[in-house]
Nanobody
C-alpha cells in the first residue's frame, strides 16, 4: 500500500520561508509523477506544483511562480516544496499527491492523482 506523509508545515510571518517534505513508502518514487496541492476551509483543493518522474520538468500555478520550488530525491523517496516569500494568501493545508500513470505531461486536477497524504498546515501571518 502506498503511503505519503507530509511534514514541515507551521506558522511563519509574511516574507518568510518553509520547506515541506513528502515521504513516500510502498512504491518506488521514481515510478510516479508527484504534485503538491493546497486547500483552504470551504474551498476546493487547488494545484500548486508538479514534477515529472526524473525531476527534469516542473510546472507551477501562476501565483507561486518564482517563490516556490518543487524537487524530488528519488533515492530518498522524498518530494519537497520550498516556499519562499510567503504571503498570507498561501495559508492552507498542503497535500502531497502521486500519479503513477504512464501518460505524458504533468497533471493539475486532484482527480488525476491516485494517492494522497494527510496534509500539513501552513499558516502565514501578516
Amino acid at each position: 500500500q502506498v503511503q505519503l506523509v507530509e511534514s514541515g508545515g507551521g506558522l511563519v510571518q509574511a516574507g518568510g520561508s518553509l520547506r515541506l517534505s513528502c515521504a513516500v513508502s510502498g512504491r518506488t518514487l521514481s515510478s510516479c509523477k508527484m504534485a503538491w496541492f493546497r486547500q483552504e476551509p470551504g474551498k476546493e483543493r487547488e494545484f500548486v506544483a508538479a514534477i515529472n518522474r526524473s525531476g527534469s520538468s516542473t510546472y507551477y500555478r501562476d501565483s507561486v511562480k518564482g517563490r516556490f520550488t518543487i524537487s524530488r530525491d528519488n533515492a530518498e523517496n522524498t518530494v519537497y516544496l520550498q516556499m519562499n516569500s510567503l504571503k498570507p494568501e498561501d495559508t492552507a493545508v498542503y497535500y502531497c499527491a502521486a500519479d503513477p500513470s504512464r501518460t505524458a505531461g504533468l497533471r493539475t486536477r486532484p482527480r488525476e492523482y491516485d494517492y494522497w497524504g494527510q496534509g500539513t498546515q501552513v499558516t502565514v501571518s501578516s
